[in-house]
């Protein structure tokens, strides 16, 4: 069975869903905490830049979120952490999620998206399958991290500062 999934930004209505998204795709606190921070941190957070996968009833079943960091002096964008509830995991969700919130960031000109983890770590969550349409992914300088190129140029190196810690 094929699934059409409806994306759109975030709202303040969907944080307890996205939070239980969260728990049931991580099962860890220390992954919701890191969320909570993202969305409160008036550095990281920028407005539209949280994309959900909803089922046709428009109930949320994935998200991606893009937050600010810098490598260098140069802006650019990180994708946090990327959460599928697990009924609806390889089923096209997290990738719809995380196409949106990267098809937004291009639309806003952004050039590069830092993602942390690797490209063995995200296929339950989208990310695989969101680096085949179109995406380039080069290895990043740094343990466990990738630099998504949203153009035609290369992403920038130095030293990656992320403003939320937990």
């Known amino acids: 069975m094929s699934i059409t999934w409806n994306t759109r930004a975030e709202t303040p209505a969907d944080a307890d869903t996205v939070r239980d998204i ?6 860890r606190q220390f ?4 969320l909570d921070a993202l969305r409160i941190d008036p550095i990281a957070i920028l407005p539209g830049l949280s994309l959900v996968a909803t089922t046709p009833d428009d109930r ?7 937050t600010r960091a810098h490598v260098g002096d140069t802006p650019i964008l990180s994708l946090g952490p990327v959460a599928v509830l697990p009924a609806y995991q390889r089923q ?21 998206v830092i993602v942390l983890g690797h490209d063995t770590y995200y296929p339950r969550f989208g990310f695989r399958q969101a680096t085949e349409f179109g ?6 300088d740094g343990p466990n991290l ?21």
């Open 22 to 27: 969260t728990w049931q795709a991580f099962g």
């Open 31 to 34: 992954e919701v905490d890191f």
């Open 60 to 66: 949320p079943v994935a998200y991606a979120l893009l």
């Open 92 to 112: 096209g969700a997290g990738s719809a999620a995380v196409i949106a919130a990267l098809d937004t960031a291009r639309d806003r000109d952004e050039q590069t």
């Open 135 to 140: 995406i380039h992914h080069p290895q990043y």
């Open 146 to 166: 990738m630099a998504l190129a949203l153009g035609d140029h290369r992403p920038p190196t130095g030293d990656l500062t992320y403003p939320v810690t937990t």
